[in-house]
Structures are given as structure tokens and as C-alpha cells.
């Protein structure tokens, strides 16, 4: 419901006071410290609980008892009573609550309060949605997890496309690192240049021009930025160069890194090309050698910025919204190692740096009293080299070919192979294996780019391997390229700044792991009664330092928590600010004091900004607000708290900076007592390793064509025999376990004779070798693609520790099964729309438990044929004789199923590959 003057009226004639008062009282009858345990406390959940559900319930009687005066209730009204019942149903989160709550306790007024309800309702309807839209659990415990269906986002809407992100970067994202400014900002040779510039615009601030916008609506924020670019950036840089070059001393001059780029936004929809979905962007970056009018393409696009109005309460929303533009640019480019990002949050500014393992950023960069750093920022994404940017070096473009130097077998020398610059498929997922396919210029191979995970017999190893093995891709080329960790070298992650995506749901893992270093913090020394361990508001509140995730992604490690950098309690008189300083490195962390602000006259906040349909919330009453700017210094000897004090955007000297970045990170983090400030004391925080990953290209051959772009039935049936003998002699023959046998992974020859039709298996990224009859990896983990999964391994995620079945040959071959199912039920109908979607949308959509128990219940001998066998499409009817077949083998023991494993393996690879050969004979006769 909007804040229009309707609804201030009526606030004013009918306030909230006997509500809130009710609040107030309840609360206190249950809790001493208003500042303190409602939230942390998990022995006061079911009180406070208790409090919100009657408080809420309040709110909704309020709106129906105003129903024939305020005309929006008509809306608002079902929406509130349809959140009350979920929440008398359910043991809700309390975090989304704490805003209201807090503001509530604190007197806020009726308008504040009423604008936090509003938010709340958003808020509570988007959790609900996903708590019943997505799984609740995992469905899996690995990291080897393939998507769980087809992930095409075309059409979805930005709402839905920002769900999809929360559930795909749980515990990928890290806030707050360390050396992020350093490194990107800091290091580079054209920084000196940068510091420059920031001078020369503070120098110049006060022109017209180049004054920041006292209100910085995003158009005003947008037009400050191309006043910089024009006036300060390129102009001065061309005056220098210009300059440099008269006297002839350009290869000495400070000034010698041209401008490569330009800023550039949308004004509408569509202006920019090459997405899934037609997108508006706030800002972006391109070469400025590009055509620079209303038409503009994801392929160019280098750095992605958002601009707003919002307060950083509005940060997950506002990052959602970024990681789905984000999405945008790996798949117009998906071989980009990074992408450069910001958001700015009116004078808050967030830098972000987005790659294959997930979003990490600085920490909060205070720009409203002086505008150097952005300034800073702004010029740095403009002389950035394609490199700085993540642009892949070792791809050269010549008109649409893509050129690739290799290795190839039997030779020392690397090789040029020749691509269509087109891919023909591209993985659309941001935190993934980012695999891509390009296929040749003579079409005659492919090559594929993917994120291998180190420290494994690689891809490459079991293609020399399984070289005689008939049926499977042959190795022609392959490169290994740059490493995660090399491109995440010189920063600390800590598992402190994992920030959690999904703060409703309680089942989080991260993709990292302790790696036993720790990194030293002078924390603040407090009594005893106030140091206790607890969350911090914004944890609760889902600002910008939020809680670690509790498990490793194993789900099996727990991780211990450490003491987070900022812990903010409030207390009755006020709040009670903690800082620590880091150690490690040349950065400190300041934290201003947080002004309080209140108003009790309604007539004062008439002209608060209105709130749209969708509304976000626009006042300043969350408690990120309290939290404020947390900001790395250059200076380590200090930590400021003032009353006005944020963090310095002022570039500093030369010389401060020079001798601060000289110190060994060693000397920095080893000291003793002696040299601890009086008040603090020293603590640590556990280092993680983000999972190693290294960018490989694998160039094989023949080209297929997807297994669904078939001509006949017999087509897919020998094409999937091929491909099961292939299985077979790697299994058997090279001692190579595939565990991913999907639709994706069996190709199809290329042919116009029916007489040379045929299949080929693909990708062994996943596979194991077995050395000495052992397996190299772990059998136990869950590894595939979760729609062809095989029961027993669905299981192993939700079954008791100890019990788990390791990963065979007969899971494999259950996985064939599958895939022929789900081709005979996806396709062959009229117009390819096959009318069980939703079926087949089980096999792979709900819990990994959910999941199990359908697939079960529809193999079960009493459930099979009318749940599968007549399900198939008319075109593939000839195939039903051959589906039942291979179902008894694998599953019909007297009236139950069977899912166990036989001694040797020709036990059923024989009678499967008979039921093959005997379909293909009668369909050929046919």
C-alpha cells in the first residue's frame, strides 16, 4: 500500500499507539534487556515468537477495521491475513521481524512504523514463496552436483531470477575482504595516475559541474559521473598525454595509460542486446572505440554498476539484482575470469569483483563528504587493460573466429585451433563450472572450456587413458589456463565474511574449507557480561555482515564461529559499538557513531517519499543504519569513532601509503603483548581456501549433435547403445568410472545414412580412476545429474551417516535408464509439447528425500506402468517393449525392487546390451 495522504489521515485519526504500547508491555513482561535477547537468545525464541505473531496479528485487525476507509486495503488486507495464518503454522525466522520490532521499542513514529510494516509484508511474502517454491534441504551434500534441470532463464521475471540466485550463491559470498583495495586499486601502475585525478578533482569540486548531488537521485548521480569523465578523467589525461609527448618523455611520464574506456546506461528496456531478457542498466562501462549510441550488447559490456537511492538496509535486494546482471555478462562472455561491479547506495559505495566461485567485495567506502575514492574507482575502470578486466589472453579474435594455441598429442609444440566464436553451449549458472562449447571452424571437433577442480586425475589424464576405448571422444588439444587461485591471490578470506543469501533457511553449506591459518585482530576488551558471544544486528537484519555459514559443503565438518569484525548491541541507553582492528595487512577498520533520529509529528513526515506497489523501504529506520560504514584505512596505527567521522575517502599521501605497503605481511601479523594498545586484546580468525579451480580447454573429436535433435527413434536407441558399450569397455577396460551419465553426455553422430548412425560419450569431469582396485575420489560422494540419478545415490544425502552405498557401474547404468525414459516421455509428441512436464519435473525439482521417494514410488512394479510406461510419447511407442525390459533387469525382484549390485559387472551390462541390440534389429526391420 502506498504512503499517500490517504493513509497519513488515517494514521493521524486513528494511531497505532494501542498496538505498539500492547507490544511494548508484552516484550517486557518476557525480556529485562529490550537491547539484547530478543533475537540472539535462542531460549527466548518461542516468547518472542509469541510477541511478533500477536503483534502482527494486531496489525492485520487494524488494516480490517480501516477497510472502508483505506481504499488500498482491498489488496493489502488478503495479503497480511494469508502471512498470519503461514505464521501460526510454522516456527517462522524472527530476522525479517527485527526491524519493526526494534523500531517499535525505540518509539518510533506512527509513519516510520507503518513504512516498516509495509516492507515487512514484501518481505514475509518473497520468504514464503521460496520456502515453498524451493527445496527445503539440500539435495546434495557435493560439490559435484550438476543443476538440477534445465536452467534456461529467458522470461523470468527479475523477482524470480533474484530467488534463483539466492538458493545458487548460498555460501559462496564473501564481504569485507581483505586486500581487496590493494589489490585492485592499489597496485596496478596506472594507480599513481589515479591518485592524480582525485586530486585534481577535489581540487575542482566546487564547480558547478562536478558538485555531487546533494540529493543523489540515480539521473543526478549518472550525470556527476560523465561530468567527471569529461572534465577531470579524459581531459586531463589528454592535456598530460599531449603534453608528455611534445617534450618526448612519454615513456617517463606518470601520465601514459590512455583512457580505454567509456560510461554508458540504458534509459529503457531493450536498449542493450544479447541477454536472455531485456534489461535496463544504471550504469556500465565499454571500450570507447565502440559505437557509443542507443544500441548496446552484453558482449562488450566490462563493468556493471547500480545506482540508488536506497539505504544499505536495501543491500540483498539491491546484490540480487546485480548477480542477475552479472549473469548477463558470463553468458554473452562466458570465458571472462572476472567481472568488475559496484553498487552505490547514495553516498555508499560497494565494490564487487564476480567470477566462477562467487561475488566477494570491499568493505563499505563512506563518499559523502568528499568524493576522491570514487573519483579513484571511476578512473581505475576506465584505464583498466582487458586483463585487469578478466578478459581472457589467450583467446584471439580474427572476424568471427576465435584462435586458441594448444598442446597436442605426440608434440611439444602447441598448435593454433580455429573456432566459430558462436558457442554451442554455454552453462548459464554464474557459480559454476562455466562450461562452454565451441565447435570448429572445418567442424570437425570441439573444444570445451570448463572450471576443473584441481587436485584430481584431470579430464585430459582419462581421455589418454581411455584412447582405445570405443565409443568415446577422442583428445586432440588441450590447454590448462589461469588458476582461481591465482586470480584471487594477495586477498583473505575468513569464514566470518561468508554472508548468507538464504537467511530464512536453515540448512547453508559453503564451498570452502579450513586451511588452518588464521589471521590476528586486536579486539576491544569488554567485562565479562559484555562479552558474550552473539550475532550482531545486521546479521539478523540481513545487512551487509551477515552470518557464516554453519557447515562446510560436505555438510558433515562444522566450522567454528569466530569473533565477528563488528559487534553492535543495543542497550536502553544507547548502543554499545565494538571494533577490532586487523592485523594482517595495512588496513584498520573505523566505525562512526550513529546518530539517532526520530520524529514524533506526523505533519513532519507528510513529504516522506512515497512507497511503489513493490515497495522497498526508503527510511533510514533499519538498523544497518546503526551499523554504518565499515571501511579499510590505509593507515594501520589508527581506529577513529567520531561523531561524524566515516571512512576516509581522501587518497593520502604517497609517502604514508609507500612506507604502510612496505611492511612484510609476516612482520604485520606476528607480535606479542608488548605490543598490544592498553583495552585490547589479540583474537584470530580462521582463513579458508576458496575449492580450487583452474580454467582448461579440451579439444575432441567427432562433433555430435545433442541426443533430443534426433531424426528416429532408432537413431536414439543405437546411439544410446553406443554409448552404453563405450561405458562398458571404460568401465571394465580402462578402469574409468564416468558418474554422470545424462542426456547432455551422449552425443550423436553427425550423418545422412541411417546406416552410420551412432552415439558417443563425452565429458569425464566427474570420472574416477581406479588404481589397484581402489577408486581414486570417494564413491560415497553424490555426484551427477539429479535428474538421472540413481536412487541409492539420491539416498546417500539424506541417510544416516555410516549407511551410505558407495557409487558403482549399476548406478551408472540406472542413470541410461532414465535418460531413455525421459527422451520417450520429453519427446515425440505433436509440436514436441510433451504434456508431462510436471512429471518428469520431479525427477529433479524438491529435496533430494522428495526426490528419492517419487522415483521410487514410480519404479515400484504396481506404479511402473501406469506412472511411466504409458506415458510415452507416441513416437516412441516402438520403444516401450525396451524400457519395460530394462526396468526388470535393473529393479524387478518378485514384488518389490531390487537397487543392489551384482559381483560381476556382465551380469547386467550383458542383458541390458542384448535388450539394446534386440530393439535396434526390430526397429531396422520395421
Known amino acids: 500500500m502506498s504512503l499517500t495522504e490517504e493513509v497519513v489521515d488515517y494514521l493521524q485519526e486513528t494511531p497505532l499507539s494501542g498496538i505498539l504500547t500492547h507490544f511494548c508491555d508484552a516484550f517486557k513482561v518476557n525480556f529485562n534487556d529490550t537491547g539484547d535477547t530478543v533475537f540472539e537468545n535462542p531460549a527466548g525464541e518461542v516468547a518472542s515468537r509469541r510477541s511478533l505473531l500477536n503483534l502482527f496479528s494486531r496489525f492485520t485487525l487494524y488494516v480490517s477495521e480501516g477497510n472502508l476507509v483505506l481504499s488500498d486495503s482491498k489488496n493489502l488486507l488478503p495479503r497480511m491475513t494469508r502471512i498470519k495464518y503461514w505464521l501460526t503454522s510454522t516456527m517462522f525466522d524472527l530476522a525479517p521481524f527485527e526491524p519493526l520490532a526494534r523500531l517499535i521499542l525505540n518509539n518510533g513514529s506512527d509513519i516510520e512504523v507503518w513504512q516498516c510494516l509495509m516492507h515487512l509484508v514484501d518481505t514475509l511474502e518473497v520468504m514464503i514463496k521460496g520456502l515453498t517454491d524451493q527445496p527445503q534441504k539440500l539435495a546434495a551434500a557435493s560439490i559435484y552436483r550438476r543443476a538440477a534441470g534445465p536452467l534456461d532463464r529467458a522470461g523470468k521475471t527479475m523477482e524470480e531470477l533474484k530467488e534463483l540466485m539466492r538458493h545458487e550463491l548460498s555460501g559462496s559470498v564473501f564481504m569485507n575482504v581483505k586486500g581487496f583495495w590493494k589489490k585492485y586499486f592499489e597496485k596496478p601502475k596506472w594507480s599513481r595516475q589515479c591518485r592524480a585525478l582525485s586530486k585534481e578533482y577535489k581540487a575542482r569540486s566546487g564547480e558547478e559541474k562536478l558538485k555531487f548531488p546533494e540529493d543523489p537521485s540515480e539521473a543526478d548521480v549518472w550525470r556527476w559521473m560523465k561530468a567527471v569523465e569529461e572534465e577531470i578523467i579524459k581531459s586531463s589525461v589528454n592535456t598530460l598525454t599531449k603534453s608528455a609527448k611534445e617534450k618526448g618523455k612519454l615513456a617517463r611520464s606518470r601520465f601514459m595509460h590512455s583512457i580505454e574506456a567509456t560510461q554508458c546506461h540504458t534509459l529503457a528496456k531493450g536498449q542493450i542486446e544479447g541477454g536472455q531478457t531485456d534489461r535496463q542498466l544504471d550504469y556500465f562501462i565499454k571500450r570507447s572505440n565502440l559505437p557509443n549510441d542507443d544500441g548496446h550488447h552484453w558482449r562488450d559490456v566490462l563493468v556493471v554498476g547500480e545506482l540508488t537511492k536506497l539505504p544499505t538496509s536495501a543491500f540483498l535486494d539491491k546484490f540480487l539484482q546485480l548477480c542477475v546482471y552479472m549473469s548477463e555478462v558470463f553468458l554473452a562472455q562466458p570465458l571472462r575470469h572476472f567481472v568488475h561491479g559496484f553498487i552505490l547506495f547514495g553516498t555508499q559505495l560497494q565494490l564487487w569483483i564476480f567470477d566462477r566461485s562467487g561475488p566477494y567485495c570491499e568493505s563499505i567506502i563512506d563518499v559523502r563528504g568528499s568524493q576522491e575514492k570514487l573519483v579513484h574507482v571511476l578512473a581505475a575502470y576506465m584505464m583498466m587493460s582487458d586483463k585487469e578486466h578478466g ?536
Open 391 to 926: 578478459v581472457d589472453s589467450h583467446i584471439r579474435y580474427e572476424g568471427d573466429e576465435m584462435i586458441i594455441k594448444m598442446k597436442v598429442p605426440g608434440s611439444n609444440v602447441m598448435q593454433e585451433f580455429s573456432l566459430d566464436s558462436k558457442p554451442l553451449i554455454c552453462q548459464s549458472a554464474l557459480v559454476s563450472r562455466g562450461t562452454t562449447v565451441y565447435c570448429s571452424s572445418d567442424k570437425k571437433y570441439v573444444v570445451k572450456f570448463s572450471w576443473k577442480i584441481c587436485g584430481k586425475t584431470s579430464e585430459v589424464e582419462l581421455l589418454k587413458i581411455a584412447k582405445d576405448v570405443v565409443g568415446m571422444a577422442k583428445l586432440i588439444g588441450w590447454r590448462d589456463l589461469v588458476q582461481t587461485s591465482t586470480l584471487r591471490k594477495g586477498l583473505i578470506f575468513t569464514h566470518r565474511m561468508v554472508k548468507c543469501t538464504r537467511p530464512a533457511e536453515k540448512a547453508l553449506t559453503t564451498p570452502v574449507v579450513l586451511i588452518g591459518n588464521s589471521v590476528q585482530y586486536l579486539k576491544k576488551s569488554t567485562s565479562k557480561a559484555e562479552s558474550r558471544k552473539r550475532k550482531s544486528e545486521s546479521e539478523q537484519a540481513g545487512d551487509i555482515i551477515e552470518s557464516v555459514s554453519k557447515r562446510t559443503r560436505s555438510g558433515t565438518k562444522e566450522v567454528p564461529r569466530s569473533v565477528p569484525v563488528v559487534e553492535i548491541r543495543s542497550q536502553p541507553t544507547g548502543i554499545v559499538i565494538e571494533t577490532e582492528k586487523i592485523i594482517s595487512g595495512n588496513e584498520s577498520l573505523h566505525i562512526p557513531k550513529i546518530p539517532q533520529r526520530r520524529s514524533s509529528r506526523i505533519e513532519d513526515l507528510r513529504m516522506s517519499q512515497s512507497v511503489g506497489g513493490k515497495r522497498k523501504i526508503q527510511e533510514d529506520v533499519d538498523f544497518n543504519d546503526r551499523l554504518k560504514r565499515v571501511h579499510v584505512s590505509s593507515h594501520t596505527e589508527e581506529v577513529t569513532i567520531g561523531e561524524n567521522d566515516g571512512p576516509s575517502s581522501s587518497l593520502g599521501s604517497e609517502s604514508n601509503h609507500t612506507s604502510t605497503t612496505e611492511k612484510s605481511e609476516e612482520s604485520m601479523m606476528s607480535f606479542t603483548s608488548d605490543f598490544v594498545p592498553s583495552g585490547y586484546k589479540i583474537e584470530r580468525a580462521e582463513c579458508v581456501d576458496i575449492r580450487k579451480r583452474q580454467q582448461a580447454a579440451v579439444a575432441i573429436s567427432p562433433v555430435g549433435k545433442p541426443i533430443s535433435d534426433f531424426n528416429t527413434p532408432l537413431e536414439v536407441i543405437i546411439g544410446l547403445c553406443d554409448a552404453l558399450k563405450a561405458h562398458r569397455s571404460l568401465f571394465i577396460d580402462a578402469k574409468i568410472l564416468h558418474r554422470d551419465i545424462s542426456v547432455n553426455n551422449i552425443l550423436l553422430k553427425i550423418c545422412d545414412d541411417p546406416k552410420d548412425y551412432g552415439g558417443i560419450l563425452i565429458d569425464l569431469d566427474l570420472a574416477t580412476l581406479f588404481k589397484d582396485g581402489k577408486a581414486e575420489g570417494k564413491l560415497e560422494t553424490m555426484t551427477g545429474t539429479m535428474q538421472f540419478m540413481a536412487l541409492e545415490i539420491l539416498k546417500n544425502s539424506f541417510t544416516v551417516p555410516g549407511t551410505v552405498v558407495s557409487h558403482s557401474y549399476r548406478h551408472d547404468l540406472e542413470s541410461f535408464f532414465y535418460v531413455l525414459v525421459w527422451i520417450c516421455i520429453r519427446y515425440g509428441w505433436p509440436d514436441n509439447k510433451s504434456p508431462h512436464l510436471d512429471f518428469l519435473r520431479k525427477w529433479y525439482s524438491g529435496t533430494a528425500e522428495e526426490i528419492y521417494n517419487n522415483k521410487k514410488l514410480q519404479m515400484k512394479p504396481e506404479e511402473f506402468e501406469k506412472e511411466v510406461y504409458e506415458r510415452i510419447s507416441p513416437t516412441f511407442k516402438v520403444a516401450q517393449n525396451l524400457v519395460l525390459k530394462i526396468w526388470k533387469i535393473l529393479f524387478r525382484k518378485g514384488e518389490d525392487i531390487t537397487m543392489g549390485i551384482t559381483f560381476d559387472p556382465d551380469t547386467l551390462y550383458g542383458p541390458i546390451m542384448m535388450a539394446f541390440e534386440k530393439a535396434i534389429l526390430k526397429l531396422k526391420s520395421i
